[in-house]
């Protein structure tokens, strides 16, 4: 069993829909959780990273940390074909593990 | 601030054959993680380095090494290379590595393999 579990995907939504993506994990040790955004043919940009459990807000895309349930979500409001990509998420207590990545289409 | 680079961004080689990547990190940053990601096993890592040392090593064979130099910027070699061997080699530096806010790693665009 892999420590971070995220389903590939595709998901696809129209545009101006709500994106939930979400991600498991099973070592309660991580601490640090984030979100990367991966263009095709590009590397992974940070998107957002969340300490601990809570939420965090930065424009329209919402990070969501519940350690009690070792599950992490990120939300992206008003989506836009632009927000397509593969979205990754990780987490880290000392060693970074990656989430398998969730491919998101936004059609128009 | 520049982010950071790969070089070569492609590279075609062929079986048996042995490749360099290299990578500069962000100024500053002394970690330097690899990473090989394929569309069927996707982002895995392969070590980091930190200060010119190998602090943390993947699950991959021994014809993948690297190495830091004194300026933070490291390189990555695959010998013997096989067919399994394509991907996007993903170079990614940080602060630091120790699970803190300060491991926040930004990714370079990548170098893609091809191994014919």
């Known amino acids: 069993q892999k420590e971070v579990e995220q389903d590939p995907g595709p998901l696809s939504v129209p545009e101006g829909a709500i994106v939930s993506l979400n991600c498991t994990y099973s070592?309660?040790?991580?601490?640090?959780f984030m979100w990367y955004r991966q263009y095709s043919r590009k590397g992974p940009e940070l998107l957002m990273y969340?300490?601990?459990?809570g939420n965090k807000e930065d424009g329209r895309f919402t990070a969501q940390v519940d350690k009690s349930s070792k599950y992490i979500s990120l939300f992206i409001r008003d989506s836009q074909p632009s927000d397509s990509a593969t979205y990754l998420c990780?987490?880290?207590?000392?060693?970074?593990?990656f989430g398998a990545g969730t491919q998101v289409v936004v059609t128009p | 601030k520049a982010g950071v680079t790969q070089t070569p961004r492609y590279l075609i080689k062929t079986r048996g054959q042995q490749v360099t990547l290299s990578c500069s990190p962000i100024?500053?940053?002394?970690?330097v993680s690899w990473y090989q990601q394929t569309p069927g096993q996707g982002l895995q890592f392969l070590f980091e380095?930190?200060?010119?040392?190998?602090?943390n090593k993947g699950n991959f064979p021994g014809r993948f090494s690297g190495r830091q130099f004194s300026n933070s910027r490291s390189e990555m070699n695959v010998s013997t290379l096989e067919l399994g061997d394509s991907a996007l080699y993903l170079c990614?530096?940080?602060?630091?590595?120790?699970?803190?806010?300060?491991?926040?790693?930004?990714f370079g665009p990548g170098t893609r393999l091809t191994v014919l």
């Open positions: 990614a530096s940080s602060y630091n590595l120790q699970g803190t806010r300060a491991d926040t790693q930004y």
């Open positions: 070592n309660s040790a991580f601490q640090y």
């Open positions: 969340t300490y601990s459990s």
């Open positions: 990780a987490m880290t207590w000392g060693k970074l593990q």
């Open positions: 100024s500053g940053h002394r970690s």
């Open positions: 380095y930190f200060s010119e040392t190998q602090r």
